[in-house]
């Protein structure tokens, strides 16, 4: 078996510890050649689509690759930003925000990364960008706040995949949800205030959350509940009553039935019944991509208005926000318990080195 190649070990090297933050990921462009070959490494994760290999691949390559990569390009083409895709230019924006955070708390001690389970920076991208820096130590923060199979679990995948790979594998720790942390919801409650000190209380708050089959959840997939808990811990910080929210899934795929409500129904069953004011928040997505600005904002808010609402808003997600940026730099400050007293100084990386030197080491 080879190993990936990494640059010689230098023991006189000051070691860092390396925090890797990850999204799922988004083609590089709103076409439908950009979108075929990012469709076929997102379709063919078997976290993704659980499924059996051989029928699944039958149906990709002969019927969803001949199809969706064209209807989702003109999806993408309705979002799509100046600078980029939402996702990448949102989560370049955060990985800037937190690196300038940490770095005013622990300085050099910790170095930062961004990467996309599927897509360009890849994971291994970004490990290998932090081993470059001098990371001896590997924190994984997949940006998902409920934890799924689908995407925390298929995060870590890719990294056990990488680290497979390397002859010397770092120390880490991985963050696999935070859906019930106090700043997580904090920071969602004060979002949403916001929100409403501008624009007004609605009628009701819609909080959607993305779907997932519900064999899922019968086979143990831990998201639903954590939607839920997010959902309630949210709505008691906001001190709304039950018959002020409404809890639904939206971005269903197949003809499977997936977690409900959906979201879609809920909306026009909302309009139908009476509601004419609704705002909808996503406290699933970390940063706004197509799933809120596409699903929610433009077809969501289509659904509602076409059903005879009259005033629909979206709340965008929690993206670069100060408030969202602190939190995960407190998240990150607290899994790194432990290993930032392990730093050495300098003067024990000379002594070190020196040692090393003295029984043969080049570095």
């Known amino acids: 078996m080879g190993y990936t190649n990494q640059a010689d070990f230098d023991h006189g090297r000051l070691l860092k510890t390396g925090v890797l933050i990850t999204n799922l990921g988004t083609p590089e462009a709103p076409t439908a050649k950009a979108l075929r070959p990012w469709l076929r490494e997102f379709l063919s994760d078997p976290r993704v689509v659980e499924i059996p290999r051989l029928p699944w691949w039958l149906i990709l390559n002969g019927i969803v690759l001949l199809t969706r990569p064209a209807r989702s390009a003109k999806a993408y083409r309705s979002i799509w930003m100046e600078q980029g895709s939402p996702l990448a230019v949102h989560t370049r924006h955060q990985f800037e925000a937190l690196q300038r955070q940490l770095h005013g708390r622990h300085g050099e001690q910790v170095a930062l990364q961004y990467a996309f389970r599927h897509g360009r920076p890849s994971i291994t991208q970004g490990i290998q960008a932090l081993v470059d820096a001098g990371a001896g130590r590997l924190l994984l923060l997949p940006l998902y706040p409920q934890y799924s199979a689908s995407t925390g679990g298929s995060s870590f995948d890719a990294l056990a995949a990488d680290l497979r790979k390397r002859r010397h594998v770092p120390d880490v720790r991985v963050i696999t949800h935070?859906?019930?942390?106090?700043?997580?919801?904090?920071?969602?409650?004060?979002?949403?205030?916001?929100?409403?000190?501008?624009?007004?209380?609605?009628?009701?708050?819609?909080?959607?959350?993305?779907?997932?089959?519900?064999?899922?959840?019968?086979?143990?997939d831990p998201y639903y509940c954590e939607c839920r808990k997010t959902a309630r811990l949210l709505a008691e910080h906001l001190g709304l009553q039950p018959d002020q929210y409404v809890v639904a899934f939206q971005s269903r795929f197949g003809a499977a039935q997936w977690l409900q409500p959906y979201t879609s129904t809920t909306l026009r069953e909302l309009a139908e019944g009476g509601s004419r004011f609704v705002q909808v928040v996503c406290p699933g997505f970390s940063v706004d991509c197509l799933e809120t600005l596409?699903?929610?904002?433009?077809?969501?808010?289509?659904?509602?208005?076409?059903?005879?609402?009259?005033?629909?808003?979206?709340?965008?997600?929690?993206n670069a926000a100060d408030a969202h940026i602190s939190f995960l730099a407190d998240l990150?400050?607290?899994?790194?318990?432990?290993?930032?007293?392990?730093?050495?100084?300098?003067?024990?990386?000379?002594?070190?080195?020196?040692?090393?030197?003295?029984?043969?080491?080049?570095r």
């Not at 596409?294 to 929690?318: M, N, S, T």
């Open 332 to 362: 990150v400050t607290e899994n790194l318990q432990g290993w930032l007293q392990q730093q050495q100084q300098p003067e024990e990386q000379a002594t070190r080195q020196q040692r090393a030197r003295d029984q043969g080491a080049r």
């Open 178 to 220: 935070y859906h019930d942390h106090p700043g997580y919801i904090e920071s969602l409650a004060e979002s949403i205030r916001s929100h409403q000190r501008q624009h007004g209380v609605p009628e009701k708050l819609v909080m959607s959350f993305h779907g997932l089959p519900r064999r899922n959840l019968e086979q143990g």
């Open 294 to 318: 596409e699903e929610i904002a433009i077809a969501g808010r289509r659904q509602f208005l076409d059903a005879g609402g009259e005033v629909f808003q979206y709340i965008p997600a929690l």
